[in-house]
């Protein structure tokens, strides 16, 4: 608890993480704006000259109020994970920049504890920013799904599973972050890194997978599990989608990602010269 509670001091002592939550409460409001507009697409398709048959399986299963309101109650993940993940790397990162890592294993020479204070303290913060915004969802959504005609719906069990699985989502994120930190040590080389990856790879996947489902079948979706910012807007969809694998399968992905990066990045700092 002590290498918890001294990693969480030096990220309260740094400038970044309050800049970081600073930015992503706009980044926050810009999106609950955007899910307001798709949600009155969904939930009234004919206002907007979505014809009938346009409407397949998937389009009605994502407009099912349920999924309308999950998708609202998880508002933020798309940037709020990125966010967080960022933090992750900085984290370690800040060590290095600062010059301060070699009195860190000094003063707690097991390097395996030190990694792991910092894996939980990543996730702590992780935690953190996911109960801000849901916070917020919670007040917000059940508005805007009055407006729209549609009930709260916070007694269904599909959505308080969305949220739960979306606080997953910033834990495990959390602890990506901490594996870029640990195999990049240049700040900004993390930090960009960090970005590329995660914006380029949903970019890509999407286009990737679309492409290649156009001509398939649509049984190619199921490689979006490969893919950590696919895998993770799977389990915050409210209930299965056609087409689609279960969100029980992205929460599977995600979690063994974490394991796979956590114990990587734990043998790398106990094996690694840090000076």
Known sequence: ????????????????????????????????L?????????LDPGSVGVPAEQQDAQFQAVAD?????????????????????????????????HQ????????????????????????????????VTTVLNLVFTPLILNGLGVSSHLDQGAVWQAIGLNGLAYLLWAIFGIGFGVLIRSQIGATVTAILTYLAGYIGAII??????????????????????????LMTTGTDLPGNPPRWAGAAVMIGYALVTGTIGTLIM??????
């Open 1 to 32: 608890m002590k290498l918890i509670r001294s990693e969480l001091l030096k990220i309260r002592t740094t400038n970044t993480w309050w800049i970081f939550a600073l930015i992503s409460l706009p980044l926050w409001a810009i999106t609950l």
């Open 34 to 42: 955007f899910n307001y507009f798709q949600s009155q697409v969904l």
């Open 65 to 97: 109020p349920i999924n309308v309101a999950a998708n609202l109650y998880t508002n933020g993940q798309f940037l709020g994970v990125l966010i967080v993940m960022l933090l992750g790397v900085i984290v370690v990162t800040n060590e290095f920049f």
């Open 100 to 131: 301060t890592a070699t009195t860190t294993f000094l003063t707690t020479p097991h390097r395996t504890a030190v990694v792991l204070g910092k894996l939980a303290a990543a996730a702590i913060l992780g935690l953190i920013f996911w109960a």
């Open 208 to 233: 990737f997978l679309g492409t290649l489902a156009g001509q398939w079948g649509d049984w190619i979706n199921n490689l979006q599990l490969v893919v950590p910012a696919l895998a993770s807007q």
């Open 270 to 275: 106990r094996r690694r010269d840090i000076s």
